[in-house]
């Protein structure tokens, strides 16, 4: 099951790159993540792994999100393990304007009995995904940001 949303956002490609590659700033953004550390790794770059906490509607889970493939400024890619389930999250960005165009996508790899609910997962996955993008472009916005993005303090 596939879903890709995009937004614009007034700031600059380097530095909303910067900001949604770096996992730990996830919390500032996504509703669900509680905390992002990194956990292998010395910075963000191919072959980093952070450990994520979450708190979605069916309850706190942790796991893991890898980063499989780092092209900055343009496309960054997480491979999540959680609760038995992956997905792959990719964040592409590109100029737009004097802006961005931001697109999530997310791959989610359903076992077998959870396959067959997609048709209706698909919508709200859509709906929350959609509000997660347009946090990130009211957080992002509502700053100045450094060319580096910003990032949180980790565990």
């Given at each position: 099951m596939i879903v890709e949303i995009a937004t614009t956002i007034a700031r600059p490609p380097a530095a909303v790159f910067a900001f949604v590659s770096d996992m730990r700033n996830e919390s500032q953004w996504h509703t669900d993540v509680l905390q992002a550390w990194l956990v292998d790794g010395e910075a963000v770059a191919a072959g980093a792994t952070f450990g994520v906490k979450i708190k979605p509607s069916m309850g706190l889970s942790e796991g893991t999100a890898t980063v499989s493939e780092y092209a900055p400024p343009n496309r960054v890619v997480f491979d999540v393990r959680m609760n038995g389930m992956t997905s792959i999250i990719t964040h592409m960005v590109s100029a737009e304007g004097a802006g961005s165009r931001v697109t999530r996508r997310i791959e989610l790899k359903l076992p077998f009995p959870m396959?067959?609910?997609?048709?209706?997962?698909r919508p709200m996955i859509r709906k929350s995904n959609t509000q997660f993008l347009n946090n990130l472009k009211a957080v992002l916005e509502s700053r100045p940001l450094t060319s580096e993005g910003s990032r949180t303090t980790s565990r």
């Open positions: 396959r067959l609910a997609a048709p209706l997962v």
